[in-house]
C-alpha cells in the first residue's frame, strides 16, 4: 500500500509538473515547437507557434509540408530551405539562427519572422522557436530609409552640414565638409575625431572655439566666414549658421552647423560698390566740369566776343594788331580750358 501511495503521489507530482510546463509553453510571447531529429515530426507545438505562422498545426507537423506552406515562391523556397538544412546538418547551433525572414501566412499575409532551432541530440529533439518582428523591421526599414533619404539630400548640396559633441568632436558630416577637410589635411575626417584642425592655424581655430562655446551656451547665431579653397585656389565666402542640439531633458549634446556658399552674392556686392565708387567719381568730375564751363569757358569767350566787337568798330592798323594779341591769348586760354575738359573725359 505505502508503495502504491508513493507511486500516486509521484504520478501527481509528475502531472502537476507537465501541466506547469504545458501552461508555460502555451503562455510564452514566442512560438515554439518540438520536432524530433530522426523524422522531423512534431511532438509539441504551441499556439503562439501557429499564431505566427498563420497556419494550423496540421500544417506544419511535417518538414516539407512546413516549407511548401511558408513559402510559396518555389524560388525563395530553395533559398531558404537550403540554407535552412545546411546549417541543421552542421550540427553547429550558432548558425542555426535566422534572421529577417518573409513568410507567407494561410491568408497571404506577409510577415518577417526570426527563428532559432535548439538541439537537443542526446534526447533526439529539435526546439524551434520563433518571433514575429515585423512591426520592428518595417520601423528598422523606415528608419533606414529615413536616413538614406536625409544622407541623399545633405550630400546632394555643395553646402557644407556638419555637427559636433560637446568635446567638438565629429557627429556627423556631408560629404562637402569631408572635402573640404581633405583639401586641407590630405585626409578623410571620420566620425569621433576633432573638427579643431591645426591646419586652420591658432587664429582660426581660436576664433571657431569661440563660435562653439557661444552655441553650447544656448545661442543661435549666424558669422560670415572667408577662407582660400586650395582647390579651386580662390577665396570663398560663407555664411555659417551654428544652432545648439538639445535632448528631449533638455540638455545641450552637440551643436549642427550649416555652411551656405555666398561667394557669388559677396562677389556682385563689390562689384556693386566698385561701380558704385566708379559713378561717384565719374559725377565728381562731371561738376568739375561744370563748374569749369559755368566759369572758366565764359571768361575767355567775353573776352574773345568784346574783341570782336572792337575790330568792328576800329579801323586803325595798330590797334587792330594789339588787338588781335589779346584775340589770341583768350583763344589759347579758351583752348587750354577745353583740354582741361578732354582730359577729365577721356577714359
Not at 137 to 158: D, F, V
Not at 289 to 312: D, F, M, T, W, Y
Request: net charge negative.
Amino acid at each position: 500500500m505505502a508503495a502504491e501511495t508513493n507511486q500516486t503521489k509521484l504520478l501527481k507530482a509528475l502531472e502537476e509538473r507537465n501541466a506547469f510546463i504545458e501552461t508555460i509553453l502555451q503562455n510564452l510571447p514566442i512560438g515554439v515547437a518540438v520536432n524530433k531529429v530522426d523524422s522531423g515530426k512534431a511532438t509539441a507545438v504551441n499556439r503562439r507557434f501557429s499564431e505566427i505562422y498563420g497556419w494550423p498545426d496540421q500544417d506544419l507537423s511535417d518538414v516539407l509540408g512546413f516549407f511548401n506552406n511558408l513559402y510559396p515562391d518555389e524560388a525563395y523556397r530553395n533559398e531558404i530551405m537550403a540554407q535552412v538544412m545546411g546549417d541543421i546538418q552542421s550540427r553547429d547551433p550558432e548558425r542555426m539562427v535566422w534572421n529577417n525572414i518573409v513568410i507567407t501566412m494561410r491568408t497571404g499575409e506577409k510577415r518577417i519572422v526570426n527563428a532559432k532551432n535548439i538541439p537537443l541530440y542526446d534526447q533526439n529533439l529539435m526546439i524551434s522557436t520563433v518571433m514575429d518582428v515585423t512591426n520592428e523591421y518595417k520601423q528598422a526599414e523606415e528608419i533606414r530609409r529615413t536616413k538614406a533619404n536625409q544622407g541623399a539630400l545633405i550630400n546632394g548640396i555643395q553646402d557644407m552640414i556638419w555637427s559636433v559633441d560637446t568635446n567638438l568632436h565629429l557627429i556627423t558630416a556631408n560629404n562637402s565638409f569631408v572635402e573640404m577637410v581633405k583639401s586641407l589635411t590630405g585626409e578623410f575626417i571620420t566620425e569621433g575625431e576633432s573638427v579643431l584642425l591645426k591646419e586652420f592655424g591658432e587664429e582660426r581655430l581660436a576664433k571657431w572655439r569661440r563660435n562653439y562655446e557661444r552655441a553650447f551656451n544656448g545661442e543661435q547665431f549666424n558669422v560670415n566666414n572667408e577662407h582660400y579653397n586650395p582647390i579651386t585656389q580662390a577665396i570663398r565666402y560663407s555664411l555659417i549658421s551654428l544652432s545648439p542640439m538639445i535632448n528631449e531633458d533638455g540638455h545641450i549634446f552637440g551643436v549642427a552647423c550649416y555652411s551656405q556658399d555666398i561667394t557669388q552674392n559677396t562677389l556682385n556686392i563689390l562689384e556693386l560698390k566698385q561701380r558704385e565708387s566708379l559713378i561717384t567719381h565719374q559725377n565728381e568730375q562731371l561738376t568739375e566740369i561744370a563748374q569749369i564751363n559755368a566759369h572758366e569757358i565764359r571768361r575767355p569767350v567775353a573776352s574773345i566776343l568784346g574783341l570782336i566787337h572792337l575790330l568792328k568798330e576800329t579801323g586803325e592798323i595798330e590797334s587792330t594788331k594789339e588787338l588781335l594779341q589779346y584775340l589770341e591769348k583768350a583763344a589759347g586760354q579758351l583752348d587750354g580750358v577745353i583740354k582741361r575738359i578732354i582730359d577729365k573725359t577721356a577714359p
